[in-house]
């Protein structure tokens, strides 16, 4: 079942590194609908007979999608009216999925390890220093091949 998740991680993140690179401009502060109805020089009317809404309907969509309290479907479906589709993506914010995962597993396991470590000082048998990053380096690898339940877990 890993290699399975693997393979899908890996083929996210090559997709979202193209958009990524494609780097995505900012919606207008009056919504992507509102921008491309106008820049086609529609009217609220035209659009609304296109998706069988009224022109105050499309004016709340259009309010809505600003907001960011419209759904997807009508999204999608005011897009389609204007000749559109939507590209929904959840890019991440810094590096790749692998990167955050990585990171997920580095932090766990200098967590779990600052545990033990404690304990062993309690009992002065602290350990060096090249010994704890050889530990959480050996843990972290172990976390992202075996995907604990708890991998997300703090």
Known sequence: MTWHKNLSLEHLDEALSAVRAGQIPARPSGGWLRAV????????RALGKRIGVSQSRVSSIEKGEADGSITLNTLEKAAAGLGCRVAYVLVPEYGSLQEMREAQALQKARALTAYTERHMELEDQGTREAFKNESVRLLSKN?????????WDD
């Open 143 to 151: 976390l992202l091949s075996s995907w604990p339940r708890d991998f």
């Open 37 to 44: 109805r106008i820049a086609l020089g529609m009217s609220t």
